[in-house]
């Protein structure tokens, strides 16, 4: 009997054309499932299919709106857990709550952390991330956590578009240093870094440029662009530091507030993400390029049914058919 007799995959509301390619790279049809409302808000999750004795796999991203995306899935977590699922897995392309790792001030909450017990509560028994905002955040389980990387992808698009040749790759802060030494390594360029003050949460004040941008093409990488202030920051300051042109990538697209418009109106020649998120298509404008994470997670959903390591996904390049 092969392994895939034993899966079933469920998609919920927040990514369902993500959801379609990981089932398709698999080559398991999405199990059948009803979210609805009733009228005062209340979600009600009906499974139409049977789980019993199945390794069931939950494919919700934890976006906008990331209350509703999150109570989707834990009430999901408990129906197939009574549906007496053999194993439920949690695969989270974005982990929303995740910049609230610790107390950077007295009598502040760790969001990640208690999104991470209600998770496990629920009867979540694995979770497959991708790009957690903070590696750390894998500790806040105590159930295994594969934490898988945009960085292969990203640095495929940039490789196959020929634009490595006198790259120099930014990071944005301090705090993304091994993300862009990781896609440096992938070009084969050098790195740079933004040196900013962030004075309150999405307002950033660009600094100054550590390292050599002029004459190259800079190219930015973050885990992810919310109001999109950093990232158009940071490519004015290498445009002004020399740069020839800047390119930004990251992982998860949140896109939220005046973040389009700032992305039209900034120096940013092409902006590269992941459909970790889906995105509107009042979103989806001309700068910018997805690539898609799909056959990534549906791969490493196959090396675990298998019990095969999933370290090759993320240590060596990762080019099979990413590209939308």
Known sequence: MSYKDDIKLFSLNSNNPL???????????????????????????????????KDVYLIQSTSAPVNDNLMELLIMIDAVKRASARAINIVLPYYGYARQDRKTRAREPITAKLVANMLE???????????????????????????????????????????????????????????????AEFLKAPI????????????????????????????????MIDTAGTITLAAQALIDAGATEVYASATHAVLSGPAIERLNNSKIKSLVLTDSINQPEEKKIDKLQLVS??????????????????SPLFNTRYRKETHE
């Open 19 to 53: 959801a379609e390619k990981i089932a398709d790279r698999i080559g398991v049809p999405l199990a059948k499932s009803s979210v609805q409302r009733f009228s005062d808000g209340e979600i009600q999750i009906n499974i139409d299919e049977s789980v019993r004795g």
């Open 121 to 183: 509560t629920a009867g979540a028994t694995r979770v497959l991330s991708l790009d957690l905002h903070a590696p750390q955040i894998q500790g806040f389980f105590d159930i295994p956590v594969d934490n898988l990387m945009g960085a292969p992808l990203l640095a495929d698009y940039f490789l196959t578009n020929h634009l490595d040749k006198d790259a120099v790759v930014v990071s944005p802060d301090h705090g993304g240093v091994t993300r862009a030494r990781k896609l």
């Open 192 to 223: 740079a870094i933004v040196d900013k003050r962030r004075p309150k949460a999405n307002v950033a004040e660009v600094m100054n440029i550590i390292g050599d941008v002029k004459g190259k093409r800079a190219i930015i990488i973050d885990d």
């Open 293 to 310: 994470v799909g056959p990534l997670m549906g791969d490493a959903i196959k090396l675990i049914e298998q019990h095969q390591p999933i």
